[in-house]
T-cell receptor, first 113, second 114 residues
Framework: AQTVTQSQPEMSVQEAETVTLSCTYDTSENNYYLFWYKQPPSRQMILVIRQEAYKQQNATENRFSVNFQKAAKSFSLKISDSQLGDTAMYFCAFKDNNNDMRFGAGTRLTVKP | NAGVTQTPKFRVLKTGQSMTLLCAQDMNHEYMYWYRQDPGMGLRLIHYSVGEGTTAKGEVPDGYNVSRLKKQNFLLGLESAAPSQTSVYFC?????????????FGPGTRLLVL
Protein backbone atom coordinates (compact mmCIF):
# COMPACT_ATOMS: atom_id res chain seq x y z
CA ALA A 1 0.00 0.00 0.00
CA GLN A 2 1.06 3.54 -0.68
CA THR A 3 2.38 5.52 2.26
CA VAL A 4 2.87 9.24 2.69
CA THR A 5 5.31 10.64 5.23
CA GLN A 6 5.51 14.17 6.53
CA SER A 7 8.53 14.32 8.81
CA GLN A 8 7.87 17.78 10.25
CA PRO A 9 5.02 17.74 12.80
CA GLU A 10 5.33 21.48 13.40
CA MET A 11 6.99 24.42 11.71
CA SER A 12 6.96 28.16 12.13
CA VAL A 13 7.93 31.06 9.89
CA GLN A 14 8.01 34.81 10.15
CA GLU A 15 5.50 36.77 8.16
CA ALA A 16 6.78 37.58 4.64
CA GLU A 17 9.46 34.84 4.83
CA THR A 18 9.60 31.62 2.85
CA VAL A 19 9.02 28.15 4.28
CA THR A 20 9.26 24.66 2.81
CA LEU A 21 7.22 21.70 3.99
CA SER A 22 8.51 18.23 3.25
CA CYS A 23 6.67 15.17 1.99
CA THR A 24 7.88 11.80 0.81
CA TYR A 25 5.84 8.90 -0.45
CA ASP A 26 6.25 5.29 -1.37
CA THR A 27 4.64 3.69 -4.41
CA SER A 28 5.33 1.26 -7.20
CA GLU A 29 2.94 3.07 -9.52
CA ASN A 30 4.14 5.21 -12.39
CA ASN A 31 1.03 7.33 -12.88
CA TYR A 32 -0.42 9.09 -9.87
CA TYR A 33 -1.36 12.46 -8.43
CA LEU A 34 0.02 14.43 -5.52
CA PHE A 35 -1.71 17.13 -3.55
CA TRP A 36 -1.20 19.60 -0.77
CA TYR A 37 -4.27 20.42 1.28
CA LYS A 38 -4.58 23.15 3.88
CA GLN A 39 -6.76 22.74 6.96
CA PRO A 40 -7.24 25.95 8.97
CA PRO A 41 -8.84 25.93 12.44
CA SER A 42 -12.26 25.87 10.76
CA ARG A 43 -11.37 22.26 9.78
CA GLN A 44 -12.32 22.87 6.15
CA MET A 45 -9.96 21.01 3.81
CA ILE A 46 -8.79 23.36 1.06
CA LEU A 47 -6.80 22.28 -1.98
CA VAL A 48 -3.59 24.28 -2.22
CA ILE A 49 -1.86 22.72 -5.20
CA ARG A 50 -1.70 19.49 -7.16
CA GLN A 51 0.82 17.73 -9.38
CA GLU A 52 0.38 14.98 -11.95
CA ALA A 53 3.27 12.54 -11.82
CA TYR A 54 3.63 12.43 -15.60
CA LYS A 55 4.32 16.16 -15.71
CA GLN A 56 7.95 17.09 -15.13
CA GLN A 57 7.25 20.77 -14.63
CA ASN A 58 6.66 21.74 -11.02
CA ALA A 59 3.20 23.12 -10.28
CA THR A 60 2.79 26.68 -9.03
CA GLU A 61 -0.20 28.57 -7.67
CA ASN A 62 0.60 32.19 -6.83
CA ARG A 63 2.75 32.07 -3.65
CA PHE A 64 2.67 28.27 -3.51
CA SER A 65 4.98 26.04 -5.49
CA VAL A 66 6.19 22.48 -5.30
CA ASN A 67 9.48 20.71 -5.81
CA PHE A 68 8.53 17.36 -7.30
CA GLN A 69 11.36 14.84 -7.44
CA LYS A 70 9.83 11.69 -8.91
CA ALA A 71 12.90 9.49 -8.66
CA ALA A 72 13.37 10.46 -5.00
CA LYS A 73 9.59 10.23 -4.37
CA SER A 74 9.65 13.65 -2.80
CA PHE A 75 7.01 16.37 -3.05
CA SER A 76 7.77 19.48 -0.99
CA LEU A 77 5.66 22.62 -0.74
CA LYS A 78 7.22 26.06 -0.75
CA ILE A 79 5.22 29.00 0.55
CA SER A 80 6.67 32.37 -0.38
CA ASP A 81 5.86 35.69 1.28
CA SER A 82 4.10 33.88 4.15
CA GLN A 83 0.94 35.50 5.44
CA LEU A 84 -0.83 35.17 8.77
CA GLY A 85 -3.71 33.47 6.96
CA ASP A 86 -1.37 30.66 5.95
CA THR A 87 -1.39 29.39 9.54
CA ALA A 88 -2.95 25.93 9.32
CA MET A 89 -2.33 22.21 9.16
CA TYR A 90 -0.93 21.15 5.81
CA PHE A 91 -1.49 17.65 4.50
CA CYS A 92 0.34 15.99 1.67
CA ALA A 93 -1.75 13.42 -0.20
CA PHE A 94 -1.16 10.76 -2.83
CA LYS A 95 -3.75 9.33 -5.19
CA ASP A 96 -3.31 6.49 -7.65
CA ASN A 97 -5.62 5.54 -10.51
CA ASN A 98 -7.61 3.19 -8.29
CA ASN A 99 -9.20 5.94 -6.15
CA ASP A 100 -6.91 5.07 -3.27
CA MET A 101 -6.15 8.41 -1.62
CA ARG A 102 -3.56 8.43 1.18
CA PHE A 103 -2.76 11.37 3.42
CA GLY A 104 0.29 12.17 5.50
CA ALA A 105 -0.05 12.93 9.20
CA GLY A 106 0.21 16.66 8.57
CA THR A 107 2.49 19.58 9.40
CA ARG A 108 1.22 22.34 11.66
CA LEU A 109 2.46 25.65 10.25
CA THR A 110 2.41 28.82 12.32
CA VAL A 111 3.10 32.17 10.68
CA LYS A 112 4.38 34.66 13.24
CA PRO A 113 3.83 38.42 12.90
CA ASN B 1 -23.80 26.66 -5.22
CA ALA B 2 -23.23 25.16 -1.75
CA GLY B 3 -20.51 22.68 -2.80
CA VAL B 4 -20.30 19.76 -0.38
CA THR B 5 -22.46 19.87 2.74
CA GLN B 6 -22.61 17.48 5.69
CA THR B 7 -25.33 16.81 8.24
CA PRO B 8 -25.09 16.92 11.22
CA LYS B 9 -22.13 19.07 12.24
CA PHE B 10 -21.77 17.43 15.65
CA ARG B 11 -23.29 14.41 17.35
CA VAL B 12 -22.89 12.51 20.60
CA LEU B 13 -23.78 8.82 20.64
CA LYS B 14 -23.80 6.13 23.27
CA THR B 15 -22.02 2.85 22.58
CA GLY B 16 -24.28 0.57 20.57
CA GLN B 17 -26.46 3.31 19.10
CA SER B 18 -26.80 3.75 15.37
CA MET B 19 -26.77 6.82 13.20
CA THR B 20 -26.44 8.02 9.62
CA LEU B 21 -24.29 10.85 8.36
CA LEU B 22 -25.50 12.60 5.25
CA CYS B 23 -23.30 14.12 2.56
CA ALA B 24 -24.75 16.14 -0.29
CA GLN B 25 -23.05 17.79 -3.27
CA ASP B 26 -24.51 20.07 -5.92
CA MET B 27 -21.61 19.95 -8.39
CA ASN B 28 -22.90 16.95 -10.34
CA HIS B 29 -19.82 14.96 -9.31
CA GLU B 30 -19.68 11.25 -10.07
CA TYR B 31 -17.32 10.26 -7.28
CA MET B 32 -17.94 10.64 -3.56
CA TYR B 33 -15.86 9.64 -0.53
CA TRP B 34 -16.06 9.29 3.23
CA TYR B 35 -12.96 9.83 5.40
CA ARG B 36 -12.24 9.91 9.07
CA GLN B 37 -9.65 12.11 10.74
CA ASP B 38 -8.14 11.22 14.10
CA PRO B 39 -5.74 13.32 16.18
CA GLY B 40 -2.18 13.22 14.88
CA MET B 41 -3.20 11.45 11.71
CA GLY B 42 -4.18 12.40 8.25
CA LEU B 43 -7.48 11.48 6.70
CA ARG B 44 -8.18 7.81 6.09
CA LEU B 45 -10.60 6.61 3.45
CA ILE B 46 -13.56 4.61 4.76
CA HIS B 47 -15.69 3.99 1.68
CA TYR B 48 -16.17 5.61 -1.67
CA SER B 49 -18.54 5.57 -4.62
CA VAL B 50 -17.80 5.99 -8.32
CA GLY B 51 -21.42 6.51 -9.30
CA GLU B 52 -25.04 6.22 -8.29
CA GLY B 53 -25.78 2.77 -6.94
CA THR B 54 -22.12 1.79 -6.50
CA THR B 55 -19.92 1.67 -3.41
CA ALA B 56 -16.48 0.31 -2.57
CA LYS B 57 -14.32 -0.18 0.50
CA GLY B 58 -11.45 2.08 1.36
CA GLU B 59 -8.62 1.75 3.86
CA VAL B 60 -10.70 1.48 7.07
CA PRO B 61 -14.22 0.20 6.18
CA ASP B 62 -14.98 -2.01 9.21
CA GLY B 63 -17.94 -0.88 11.32
CA TYR B 64 -19.37 1.35 8.58
CA ASN B 65 -21.84 0.97 5.75
CA VAL B 66 -22.62 3.36 2.92
CA SER B 67 -25.27 3.92 0.31
CA ARG B 68 -25.47 6.04 -2.84
CA LEU B 69 -29.10 5.89 -3.91
CA LYS B 70 -28.97 9.33 -5.51
CA LYS B 71 -26.06 10.84 -7.35
CA GLN B 72 -25.95 13.91 -5.15
CA ASN B 73 -26.08 12.07 -1.81
CA PHE B 74 -23.72 9.70 -0.05
CA LEU B 75 -24.75 8.27 3.31
CA LEU B 76 -22.44 6.83 5.95
CA GLY B 77 -24.02 4.54 8.53
CA LEU B 78 -22.84 3.29 11.88
CA GLU B 79 -24.98 0.33 12.90
CA SER B 80 -23.55 -0.09 16.41
CA ALA B 81 -21.31 2.77 17.41
CA ALA B 82 -18.10 2.10 19.36
CA PRO B 83 -15.81 4.57 21.20
CA SER B 84 -13.12 3.82 18.58
CA GLN B 85 -15.36 5.53 16.05
CA THR B 86 -15.03 8.86 17.83
CA SER B 87 -13.56 11.00 15.09
CA VAL B 88 -14.14 13.82 12.66
CA TYR B 89 -15.74 12.58 9.47
CA PHE B 90 -15.24 14.29 6.14
CA CYS B 91 -17.10 13.77 2.94
CA UNK B 92 -15.59 14.67 -0.42
CA UNK B 93 -16.59 14.56 -4.06
CA UNK B 94 -14.87 14.75 -7.42
CA UNK B 95 -15.56 14.62 -11.15
CA UNK B 96 -15.39 11.26 -12.86
CA UNK B 97 -13.07 10.23 -15.66
CA UNK B 98 -9.74 11.91 -16.19
CA UNK B 99 -10.70 14.84 -13.99
CA UNK B 100 -11.47 12.63 -11.02
CA UNK B 101 -8.37 13.38 -9.09
CA UNK B 102 -9.21 16.69 -7.36
CA UNK B 103 -11.50 16.20 -4.39
CA UNK B 104 -13.70 18.88 -2.81
CA PHE B 105 -14.37 18.48 0.87
CA GLY B 106 -17.30 19.17 3.14
CA PRO B 107 -16.89 20.97 6.49
CA GLY B 108 -16.75 17.79 8.57
CA THR B 109 -18.92 16.09 11.19
CA ARG B 110 -17.57 15.68 14.68
CA LEU B 111 -18.78 12.45 16.29
CA LEU B 112 -18.28 11.53 19.93
CA VAL B 113 -19.13 8.00 21.05
CA LEU B 114 -19.39 7.54 24.81
Amino acid sequence: AQTVTQSQPEMSVQEAETVTLSCTYDTSENNYYLFWYKQPPSRQMILVIRQEAYKQQNATENRFSVNFQKAAKSFSLKISDSQLGDTAMYFCAFKDNNNDMRFGAGTRLTVKP
Amino acid sequence: NAGVTQTPKFRVLKTGQSMTLLCAQDMNHEYMYWYRQDPGMGLRLIHYSVGEGTTAKGEVPDGYNVSRLKKQNFLLGLESAAPSQTSVYFCASSYGGHRQETQYFGPGTRLLVL
